[in-house]
């Protein structure tokens, strides 16, 4: 359903700041475009959202699990010729591995009560061997309407539907906050006219 390099582009570039430190309010971590096609990417940094939970590895006096963060998300825009998109990409530790398909498999509840179904195109997971965790990225589109409802309203949940078992991230206030001040800033970047630079004639 997603264009396979627009998809591509997208999980390279974003994966990268998934697992990198979070910031609590916006900022714009890419705004990359390709001189030979002009694809545009522009990704918030990523936010830590859900608990801390405990993960398979023990601390170094072996008394105590050690924790780590449940979720990371990052919203992004990124073009290709005449496809355009949002895109909100999750990543998530699981302890166990789960089947996941190409569908309808990520929900967001909002605040305000509405749920919604949003079409996910996860990655293969990786074994962190670290945490003794799977780490799984999930790359979901945004439709234009979704993405209006985004900037009104924070996300409040985000339910992942793997093929045995559901996976619920509860966002705190600030996070929620958090999330909506991402859309807003993708939105207000994309907004910006072009550098002179890269415009062509």
């Not at 949002?86 to 498999?105: A, P, R, S």
């Not at 996300?155 to 793997?162: A, S």
Request: one cysteine or more.
């Amino acid at each position: 359903m997603i264009c396979s390099k627009m998809k591509k582009l997208t999980v390279v570039l974003v994966a990268q700041l998934l697992w990198l430190g979070a910031v609590a309010q916006c900022k714009i971590a890419l705004d990359t475009i390709d001189e030979f096609d002009s694809t545009r990417l522009i990704a918030s940094a990523p936010i830590s959202i859900g608990f801390l939970v405990p993960t398979g590895a023990l601390a170094e006096d072996l008394e105590g699990e050690i924790y780590a963060e449940e979720a990371k998300v990052i919203f992004s825009y990124a073009n290709e010729k005449n496809i355009r998109s949002f895109f909100l990409t999750l990543g998530v530790l699981e302890h166990k591995f789960h089947m996941i398909q190409n569908d309808y498999t990520v929900y967001l509840k909002f605040a305000g009560g509405p749920i919604i179904k949003v079409y996910n195109e996860p990655d293969d997971p990786e074994f962190d061997r670290d945490l003794i965790m799977w780490r799984y990225i999930h790359t979901c589109v945004i439709p234009l309407d979704i993405f209006h409802l985004m900037r009104m309203m924070p996300v409040e949940k985000i339910r992942i539907v793997y093929d045995d078992y559901k996976s619920t991230i509860v966002l705190s206030e600030q996070q929620q906050q958090a999330l909506q001040q991402a859309v807003l800033c993708v939105a207000e970047r994309l907004a910006e006219p072009l550098p002179e630079a890269v415009i062509k004639p």
